[in-house]
T-cell receptor
Framework: SQKIEQNSEALNIQEGKTATLTCNYT??????LQWYRQDPGRGPVFLLL?????KEKRKERLKVTFDTTLKQSLFHITASQPADSATYLC????????????FGSGTRLSIRP | DAGVIQSPRHEVTEMGQEVTLRCKPI?????LFWYRQTMMRGLELLIY????????DSGMPEDRFSAKMPNASFSTLKIQPSEPRDSAVYFC?????????????FGEGSRLTVL
């Protein structure tokens, strides 16, 4: 069956360091992968998308990589700040105009000052 | 635009009662998704619609759950009868398939507690 795993339930790092979150998947061939941020009591908010033919995508302090051979995406936040503390979710989308979007369980990131 | 609007934000009910959750997607979006989020299972896709038509309801837990989208601006998720294990946050999200990113826009969720 299809499975999406995010590396750890929680990640705690020092402000200013780079946070790296992992998303692994099995039995799935996504066309693209999305990353979302979710704050407590709120709905997820879209951050970035990377397509299967793209190796890397950047947006400000965020960087996402996508390795379809390893079936893995890495999500980096450089120069992390306490305001980056949230839960981060990866989501996979099949190549279809009417395709479902399925989510990993999320990684709770805490940035300590 | 006000974004995706869900109601009620909180619902507390007793086992066996009928629960109806409502969603108004962003105007112009042609896809609508219902998700359920719990600590144990994360964010699970229940059902999604394209152009008001249900495309995949394989995530609906059982016959007690039903969803409708009578028009492009309204959808309901109904649980009848409700059970304590249905307690969760239910999210509605909409998307425009015409965009490059296919990003989902989520509502703030409906927190359901079944006693």
């Amino acid at each position: 069956s299809q499975k999406i795993e995010q590396n750890s339930e929680a990640l705690n790092i020092q402000e200013g360091k780079t946070a790296t979150l992992t998303c692994n998947y099995t039995n799935y061939s996504p066309a693209y992968l999305q990353w979302y941020r979710q704050d407590p009591g709120r709905g997820p908010v879209f951050l970035l998308l990377i397509r299967e033919n793209e190796k890397e995508k950047r947006k400000e302090r965020l960087k996402v990589t996508f390795d379809t051979t390893l079936k893995q995406s890495l999500f980096h936040i450089t120069a992390s700040q306490p305001a980056d503390s949230a839960t981060y979710l990866c989501a996979l989308v099949k190549y279809s105009s009417a395709s479902k979007i399925i989510f990993g369980s999320g990684t709770r990131l805490s940035i300590r000052p | 635009d006000a974004g995706v609007i869900q109601s009620p934000r909180h619902e507390v009910t007793e086992m066996g009662q009928e629960v109806t959750l409502r969603c108004k997607p962003i105007s112009g979006h042609n896809s609508l998704f219902w998700y359920r989020q719990t600590m144990m299972r994360g964010l699970e896709l229940l059902i999604y619609f394209n152009n008001n038509v249900p495309i995949d309801d394989s995530g609906m837990p059982e016959d007690r759950f039903s969803a409708k989208m009578p028009n492009a601006s309204f959808s309901t998720l109904k649980i009848q009868p409700s059970e304590p294990r249905d307690s969760a946050v239910y999210f509605c999200a909409s998307s425009s398939r015409g965009t490059n990113t296919g990003e989902l826009f989520f509502g703030e969720g409906s927190r359901l507690t079944v006693l």
